[in-house]
């Protein structure tokens, strides 16, 4: 992807629009790099902490997934932009009424990253960090091209 053409438009942005569009990029990113396709050829989201499967056959179907952070964005920033620190989940079951469902999600993210990166996440999200304006650019080049990738393999036109 042309990154010189996002660069262009992105260096006009106030630091916090720029925050802000690198957050839903990135979330976006999460959502459809989680997603995959069954046997049968189903659009599948499953959710990190509960483990339920849903269909995806709308945007309104997909809705009910949001990017869940295990370290939460508040005081961990760190870790907010942190790939292995976020997951597709559930929109309204584990992320807003169990709060994330962590003690579900540790076990499923300790399975899936493995415990020497769940170490490694762990510590780093004790750090602090400010992202700078070019690390947001970076942070919104490479989700647009990891949604774009992953639109394309999964033949989602939603």
Do not use: P, W
Request: glycine share 4%; charged share 30%; net charge positive.
């Amino acid at each position: 992807m042309d990154k010189s053409k996002y660069n262009d438009r992105l260096e006009d942005y106030s630091l916090d629009k720029l925050y802000n569009v690198a957050k839903r990029n990135f979330n976006k990113s999460i959502v459809l790099r989680d997603l995959y396709r069954n046997e049968r050829g189903e659009l599948i989201a499953q959710c990190i902490s509960c483990g339920r499967k849903t269909i995806i056959n709308s945007s309104y179907d997909l809705k009910k997934f949001v990017a869940g952070h295990y370290f939460r964005t508040f005081g961990f920033t760190s870790v907010e932009f942190d790939r292995d620190n976020v997951n597709i989940q559930c929109s309204q079951y584990c992320n807003v009424n169990m709060s994330g469902n962590l003690s579900l999600y540790q076990k499923s993210l300790v399975v899936k990253i493995g415990q020497e990166r769940f170490d490694v996440l762990k510590a780093k999200a004790q750090q602090t960090h400010k992202l700078t304006y070019r690390e947001l650019i970076n942070i919104i080049i490479e989700s647009r091209e990891i949604i774009a990738r992953r639109k394309k393999e999964l033949h989602i036109k939603f």
